[in-house]
């Protein structure tokens, strides 16, 4: 089972290869649906990486994938830009969880 990325950057998508995930870069929203489409029909596929900027861009499609298939796990990272707050989101929930303040 592998990871693979789906990003709108090149540093995302360097810096995602140095940990040896594969994935492309893609800006427009047929080219991403394409390419998830594409992902989500490998089955040695276990999670796919998208940057935040192209979940917003497919969304519909992504909620779908998340409501009715089991697999594979669709996970948002955090762009450069970083407009969500998902890193503090994450931090409330391992702290809500296990009960320490990162």
Known sequence: MQFYLISDN???QMGMRLAGIDGVVVHEP???E???EKALEN???AVILMTEKLMKLCSK???DV???R???LIV???DRHATSQITSSIDKYVSDAIGLKL
């Open 10 to 12: 090149i540093d995302t």
């Open 30 to 32: 047929d080219e991403v």
């Open 34 to 36: 394409r390419e998830l």
């Open 43 to 45: 089955k040695n596929v």
């Open 61 to 63: 499609l992504v909620y």
């Open 66 to 68: 998340k409501l009715n």
């Open 70 to 72: 089991k697999s594979p």
């Open 76 to 78: 948002e990272i955090p």
